[in-house]
């Protein structure tokens, strides 16, 4: 139910603190649309609100909290997600910009969990995605396989000679 809740979520890292200023939202809203490219319909595009994550301001040189903005509509939020994939690489006054859906800790945790399989899958330069909420996607020689956990996803690497 909580990621339910978070679907129209953005989780936006990597601009300075401060750099919002009083509304969050609207430097939000703008900086989406100015740089993620206007084909877009920016006319119905709009964040409802906009925060940085609660936690105390963190110290000078440490990296900035993240901002979770919450959009209108998901088909914004895919939009934004499918822009930032396309342009692999976003810098905004010389800070690294990344986007990511908003998930529970369950399931980030959940998600985590296949970063090593993941890495050995991009080595063997097969394809692959994760489906919510934590399941792996393979396509290798023109058939799908699905996989719950990373050790299944070992296994049949073991099993097809790959390292």
């Not at 601009?15 to 939000?28: C, K, L, S, T």
């Not at 914004?76 to 010389?94: A, F, P, T």
């Not at 908003?102 to 994760?130: C, G, N």
Request: proline share 7%; net charge positive; with cysteine.
């Amino acid at each position: 139910m909580e990621d339910r809740s978070r679907r129209y979520n953005l989780r936006i890292v990597g601009f300075p603190e401060g750099e919002e200023r009083d509304n969050p939202a609207v430097f939000i809203q703008k900086w989406l649309v100015d740089n993620l490219g206007p084909e877009h319909d920016v006319a119905t595009f709009c964040v409802e609100r906009a925060h940085r994550i609660p936690f105390k301001k963190p110290p000078l040189g440490a990296p900035p909290r993240a901002i979770l903005a919450k959009l209108v509509c998901s088909k914004d939020r895919d939009w934004g997600l499918r822009r930032k994939r396309e342009l692999s690489e976003i810098i905004y006054n010389g800070n690294l910009i990344s986007i990511f859906p908003d998930f529970s800790r369950d399931t980030q945790i959940k998600r985590r969990a296949f970063s090593e399989v993941k890495k050995r899958l991009a080595q063997a330069k097969i394809k692959y995605s994760m489906l919510f909420p934590s399941k792996l996607r393979v396509v290798y020689n023109d058939s799908t396989r699905f996989f719950l956990s990373p050790s299944e996803v070992n296994q049949w690497l073991d099993s097809l000679g790959l390292q």
